[in-house]
């Protein structure tokens, strides 16, 4: 498994997805009078924010949640996508740069957990259609689990992303003579991603070398209907 291939970029950058989409990661955990919602998935920000309160309406129509879902369901993504828009127009940090990408997901019954390297330089890059290939190659056929994977890369990506725009301040930082990383801390994503790149060099290849198969290797694992149950209850314990 390989990401795509990469078109190298020295320019300096402003902040966006290193992806050939420009989508936003969003995330809804919210419980209205008893009642939960969590959901995950992507928008794009340059949509009206009209698009917004008509998809929390839909959502809340199709699904028979409560009214009050609607106020709640708006708030958290327009506050998701402010977030990632007051990064827009600032620098990014522009170099060559392989990161590595981790997979550890539950989607129904199937739990994947992988490790491969993506390529920042890559613009033209597709989540989407990567976790199409990985699904196939691993004969996976619950067809939530494509988006799940698609999500959870576009996720990562957005964190070491948002690390690029802290290195390029404390870049500027630096040359005027002060210590950046006192003032910009590194996200815990970022920092994620460079404990693993110690094992591997930025130079390392997408391509899964042989030597490294077994730390790369793909898990896949099948769950019964008590496995699910028994860690639903888990999650919804710990969720409290």
Request: proline share 6%; hydrophobic share 35%.
């Amino acid at each position: 498994m390989k990401a795509p291939a990469s078109a190298s970029w020295k320019a300096p950058l402003k902040f966006r997805m290193p992806t050939a989409e420009n989508l936003v990661p969003i995330r809804l955990d919210i419980e209205v009078d008893g009642q939960r919602y969590k959901d995950a998935f992507t928008w794009n920000p340059n949509d009206p924010d009209s698009e917004v309160v008509m998809f929390a309406r839909r959502t809340v129509k199709d699904l028979k949640l409560a009214p009050g879902f609607i106020p709640q369901i708006v708030q958290s993504i327009q506050s998701q996508l402010a977030d990632f828009r007051s990064y827009e127009g600032q620098d990014m940090y522009a170099g060559d740069k392989i990161v590595p990408i981790k997979l550890d997901l539950r989607v129904n019954h199937t739990v994947i957990r992988d490790q491969f390297l993506w390529d920042l330089n890559n613009f033209e890059s597709d989540p989407e259609e990567f976790s199409r290939t990985l699904c196939k190659d691993l004969g996976i056929e619950d067809p939530e689990v494509g988006p799940a994977i698609a999500y959870a890369i576009r996720e990562q990506l957005y964190e070491i992303a948002i690390q690029n725009v802290t290195s390029a301040r404390e870049n500027r930082i630096s040359k005027k003579g002060r210590r950046g990383a006192e003032h910009f801390p590194p996200s815990k994503a970022g920092g994620a991603a460079l404990d693993l790149i110690k094992l591997f060099s930025f130079r390392s290849s997408v391509v899964r070398k042989r030597k490294e198969w077994g730390y790369y290797k793909p898990t896949l694992d099948l769950l019964s209907n008590e496995d699910v149950d028994a860690l639903e209850a888990k999650e919804e314990r710990s969720g409290r």
